[in-house]
């Protein structure tokens, strides 16, 4: 009698896990099947964001970004007299969030993605001011400033002697040298010194940004402008704004515009879209952008944290959950043990966030919308 009551009791078990097991794999399939359907409909309205530089010394001579000194780590810069264009110096990802009367479309992002726009110019301002004062006081006259250019030129040059390599770094260590020691604002506290040599070089900026719709690499971006960039004590956020091209901006309001959500929720499944940083060794022929599946961990005043794959060109894409709706704005990967930066673990800024960042323009939105209801249900 035992024994039956003993293979009865293991087969209600065994059904139990059947059924237990059924029903979790058939939730993933369904949790699987409603992404994918998402997928369809949200992948076409986030784009790459390729943040452009072009940079001018003394109004005749074009300026890239070419090498990272051998010491300090900070970068070097060559001079052509020839325009390439623009230099991509940052990535990341971007959305749409509003479209105004006059049909131009406001897009967001972080503020860190355009950030390296400025910090690359600083850092060039920089460069070439302590080559000025290294020129005047080490080479014996301005007039040299040219010879030095030439020598740091040597960055470019494909076939290099071991002179010309020695020649090279020594100089360029030099030069960095000289602003530590005579133009930062430790040496140099009230950069007196610093803006005296920085009028001579004189250096012009011009950064754009270029947003790339999901498609062949041959369609034409975007070029957008700033709208606004957060400051010091506000969240990393920036909103862009352009006017979009008809064929383009089809495809980003199809379906109408990605909705928001207010309510962040821990446990809540959700899925980051974006385009990270793939290898230069990889021809890319499309825009395409990636999807990844996680779930928020902590909920916080004004950001949540995730655990979902999350890598370099993320940061700016919209955080999704199940209904399709937008909950947060990707910002940045997080550190675990002895500081070293998680590819599973991340931030985002809440979407409600926008509404105290650009108050404005979330009004304009509000009355639009209402707007539009109103003449739906006429």
């Not at 290099?160 to 260590?173: F, H, V």
């Amino acid at each position: 009698m035992a024994n039956h009551k003993q293979i009865y009791s293991s087969a209600i078990l065994c059904l139990c896990l059947i059924l237990f097991f059924a029903s979790v794999w058939s939730n993933k399939c369904f949790a699987s099947q409603n992404w994918q359907a998402l997928d369809q409909k949200i992948k076409r309205k986030v784009l790459q964001i390729n943040v452009g530089l072009k940079i001018k010394l003394q109004n005749t001579l074009w300026v890239q970004v070419a090498d990272i000194s051998s010491q300090k780590k900070y970068y070097v810069f060559t001079t052509t007299a020839k325009d390439f264009g623009y230099q991509v110096v940052g990535r990341g990802s971007t959305f749409p969030i509003f479209v105004d009367d006059q049909q131009k479309t406001f897009f967001v992002t972080n503020k860190h993605v355009l950030d390296n726009a400025r910090q690359i110019k600083e850092e060039c301002e920089m460069f070439y001011t302590a080559s000025m004062f290294y020129a005047k006081s080490y080479m014996a006259g301005a007039q040299n400033f040219q010879q030095l250019l030439d020598v740091i030129n040597l960055a470019n040059k494909r076939q290099r002697s071991p002179a010309e390599i020695k020649l090279y770094k020594d100089t360029i260590n030099a030069i960095w040298d000289c602003y530590d020691n005579n133009l930062s604002e430790h040496a140099d506290p009230g950069r007196l010194l610093f803006n005296k040599y920085k009028k001579l070089v004189s250096i012009e900026a011009q950064p754009s940004y270029f947003l790339h719709a999901e498609g062949p690499i041959t369609q034409p971006p975007i070029e957008a402008k700033v709208y606004k960039v957060g400051k010091t004590k506000e969240p990393d956020l920036a909103i862009l704004v352009a006017v979009v091209p008809k064929e383009i901006k089809n495809q980003l309001t199809m379906n109408g515009q990605l909705p928001l959500d207010f309510k962040a929720m821990k446990n809540e499944d959700i899925q980051i879209v974006g385009y990270p940083v793939r290898s230069s060794f990889n021809q890319i022929k499309e825009y395409k952008p990636t999807f990844s599946i996680g779930k928020i961990t902590q909920v916080k005043q004004h950001v949540f944290e995730f655990i979902a794959e999350v890598t370099k060109g993320y940061s700016g894409g919209p955080v999704i959950n199940e209904s399709g709706k937008v909950i947060g704005i990707v910002t940045q990967r997080l550190l675990v043990d002895e500081g070293i930066v998680s590819l599973n673990h991340g931030a985002a800024i809440k979407i409600e966030e926008l509404k105290h960042f650009a108050p404005a323009l979330w009004e304009n939105k509000h009355k639009k919308e209402t707007v539009n209801n109103i003449v739906r249900v006429r």
